[in-house]
């Protein structure tokens, strides 16, 4: 096989497999990791990957969805937990939001496993019920990931190259392949390209020049149309996995004298048009904790009677904890209201504990990004600094809003209090233990709403 067909086979094995309907699984071992392709009906379901990165949780966190901490939170419940499940559960994410972002890693590890070299590829083919159950319930859009990892992967010159390989390769177009794939985001360029082709048998070369394309688009296009099933191979080689022999049966027990002959020999399964690689089934991936599509589980000998386990209801400080993870989690994704939300329900289960001080300081904080909610801020940064009184933090961020209000006496004794629990603490340029500088007062507040600001100003914030 050419070393051109090594490396960037699998655009053309993805086109063998949905034409022959394949169902199993595709182990590629790449250079920056092991991907597992699982197809049924020829469409592509599911993919996992062991390549650094690629797991759902560190996906969530280059997104801006998770930070680190509220992923360990997330997994501390139990091993093997599922970060696609516990996101939903947590309320971090609805089941469409997960779906959406599940969708976009998958298309992810396509195009990583498109552009990066293939070592060594095995076809297993089997029933994806018992290996992939659980993954199943999501609907992997095969049509639109596939459209979109063709699109945005660099290998047109390979592409070229590979079709170069085959000049006996002729596809012909399913009957009107233009409507057909009307659903996709096509260009007038490319819906022109597709109306020209028919059902007679064209090579690539003749696409290209029937169709005024060049000749790395044009390769694209095939590559695309196949793994789609808008074009069947007709004649040359279909794409397969090298053929190995199969290992010798194992020699049958000798018959006891008094067992009597089995009456019939067994009929022979029918041979299948795809042959595994390797006829030792690979061994299972390595568990990590922060894999989506990874569940580890014991097997349970069928002797033994099942036993159920009962979740324990968790604490109001365990569910008061969540909904700070889930907080946190909005406002990442600036959704600064159900942030605020998520903080009040929290502070209801467990407002009073010293646990409940990060819950007030982070309402606090989040109620200085709008002028509407001044008074509210306040009350929170008291709180949290009842709860914790040797933190710095809440009297920094009140002096904050004082000085921003213009009351600034009020600042200079909040600040004061923050530097002398905390000399490194972000306080505005300018105020210091030794000379705390109050802005001078502006003309025209001299009168009798300088001496009301002063008078507030007096007053214990």
């Given at each position: 096989?050419?070393?051109?067909?090594?490396?960037?086979?699998?655009?053309?094995?993805?086109?063998?497999?949905?034409?022959?309907?394949?169902?199993?699984?595709?182990?590629?071992?790449?250079?920056?990791?092991?991907?597992?392709?699982?197809?049924?009906?020829?469409?592509?379901?599911?993919?996992?990957?062991?390549?650094?990165?690629?797991?759902?949780?560190?996906?969530?966190?280059?997104?801006?969805?998770?930070?680190?901490?509220?992923?360990?939170?997330?997994?501390?419940?139990?091993?093997?937990?599922?970060?696609?499940?516990?996101?939903?559960?947590?309320?971090?994410?609805?089941?469409?939001?997960?779906?959406?972002?599940?969708?976009?890693?998958?298309?992810?590890?396509?195009?990583?496993?498109?552009?990066?070299?293939?070592?060594?590829?095995?076809?297993?083919?089997?029933?994806?019920?018992?290996?992939?159950?659980?993954?199943?319930?999501?609907?992997?859009?095969?049509?639109?990931?596939?459209?979109?990892?063709?699109?945005?992967?660099?290998?047109?010159?390979?592409?070229?190259?590979?079709?170069?390989?085959?000049?006996?390769?002729?596809?012909?177009?399913?009957?009107?392949?233009?409507?057909?794939?009307?659903?996709?985001?096509?260009?007038?360029?490319?819906?022109?390209?597709?109306?020209?082709?028919?059902?007679?048998?064209?090579?690539?070369?003749?696409?290209?020049?029937?169709?005024?394309?060049?000749?790395?688009?044009?390769?694209?296009?095939?590559?695309?149309?196949?793994?789609?099933?808008?074009?069947?191979?007709?004649?040359?080689?279909?794409?397969?996995?090298?053929?190995?022999?199969?290992?010798?049966?194992?020699?049958?027990?000798?018959?006891?004298?008094?067992?009597?002959?089995?009456?019939?020999?067994?009929?022979?399964?029918?041979?299948?048009?795809?042959?595994?690689?390797?006829?030792?089934?690979?061994?299972?991936?390595?568990?990590?904790?922060?894999?989506?599509?990874?569940?580890?589980?014991?097997?349970?000998?069928?002797?033994?009677?099942?036993?159920?386990?009962?979740?324990?209801?968790?604490?109001?400080?365990?569910?008061?904890?969540?909904?700070?993870?889930?907080?946190?989690?909005?406002?990442?994704?600036?959704?600064?209201?159900?942030?605020?939300?998520?903080?009040?329900?929290?502070?209801?289960?467990?407002?009073?504990?010293?646990?409940?001080?990060?819950?007030?300081?982070?309402?606090?904080?989040?109620?200085?990004?709008?002028?509407?909610?001044?008074?509210?801020?306040?009350?929170?940064?008291?709180?949290?600094?009842?709860?914790?009184?040797?933190?710095?933090?809440?009297?920094?961020?009140?002096?904050?809003?004082?000085?921003?209000?213009?009351?600034?006496?009020?600042?200079?004794?909040?600040?004061?209090?923050?530097?002398?629990?905390?000399?490194s603490v972000a306080v505005p340029t300018g105020w210091s233990l030794e000379n705390p500088l109050v802005p001078a007062t502006k003309e025209g507040q001299s009168g009798?709403?300088?001496?009301?600001?002063?008078?507030?100003?007096?007053?214990?914030?």
């Amino acid at each position: 096989m050419p070393e051109v067909r090594l490396r960037y086979f699998l655009p053309a094995l993805m086109g063998s497999l949905h034409q022959q309907r394949a169902e199993g699984e595709l182990v590629l071992e790449q250079n920056d990791g092991t991907r597992r392709l699982y197809w049924a009906d020829g469409d592509l379901k599911y993919l996992r990957s062991d390549a650094g990165g690629e797991q759902f949780g560190n996906f969530l966190i280059r997104r801006g969805v998770l930070d680190m901490a509220s992923l360990k939170e997330l997994l501390a419940d139990g091993e093997g937990a599922r970060v696609g499940d516990r996101v939903v559960q947590w309320g971090l994410m609805t089941v469409a939001e997960r779906d959406e972002r599940l969708h976009e890693l998958l298309g992810s590890v396509l195009l990583h496993a498109m552009e990066h070299p293939i070592l060594k590829m095995t076809w297993i083919p089997v029933a994806l019920g018992g290996s992939l159950s659980l993954d199943l319930q999501f609907h992997l859009d095969h049509r639109a990931v596939v459209w979109d990892t063709f699109q945005r992967a660099k290998i047109d010159q390979e592409l070229v190259a590979m079709f170069s390989s085959e000049p006996d390769w002729r596809w012909k177009a399913q009957p009107n392949l233009l409507e057909a794939l009307s659903d996709l985001p096509l260009t007038p360029t490319l819906a022109y390209a597709l109306s020209l082709l028919g059902t007679e048998p064209l090579g690539c070369e003749t696409i290209t020049s029937l169709t005024g394309l060049p000749r790395e688009e044009a390769a694209k296009l095939v590559a695309t149309l196949w793994a789609l099933g808008g074009v069947s191979l007709v004649r040359g080689d279909l794409p397969l996995l090298p053929r190995e022999d199969p290992l010798p049966p194992a020699p049958k027990p000798e018959p006891e004298p008094d067992s009597q002959p089995d009456s019939a020999p067994e009929p022979e399964s029918e041979p299948i048009l795809l042959m595994q690689e390797d006829l030792i089934p690979p061994p299972a991936l390595p568990f990590h904790s922060d894999m989506v599509d990874l569940e580890v589980s014991e097997p349970t000998p069928s002797e033994l009677p099942p036993i159920f386990l009962e979740e324990a209801e968790p604490s109001a400080t365990e569910r008061a904890h969540r909904l700070l993870i889930k907080a946190k989690s909005y406002l990442l994704q600036d959704r600064t209201s159900e942030a605020i939300r998520a903080l009040e329900q929290s502070i209801k289960l467990d407002g009073d504990s010293p646990v409940a001080f990060e819950a007030w300081l982070l309402l606090g904080r989040t109620r200085l990004s709008n002028p509407a909610w001044s008074t509210r801020a306040i009350e929170a940064l008291q709180v949290a600094s009842r709860l914790n009184p040797r933190a710095a933090e809440p009297w920094a961020l009140m002096g904050e809003l004082y000085h921003r209000k213009g009351f600034q006496a009020n600042a200079q004794g909040c600040f004061r209090r923050a530097l002398e629990l905390d000399p490194s603490v972000a306080v505005p340029t300018g105020w210091s233990l030794e000379n705390p500088l109050v802005p001078a007062t502006k003309e025209g507040q001299s009168g009798l709403m300088g001496r009301l600001r002063g008078m507030f100003g007096r007053e214990k914030g």
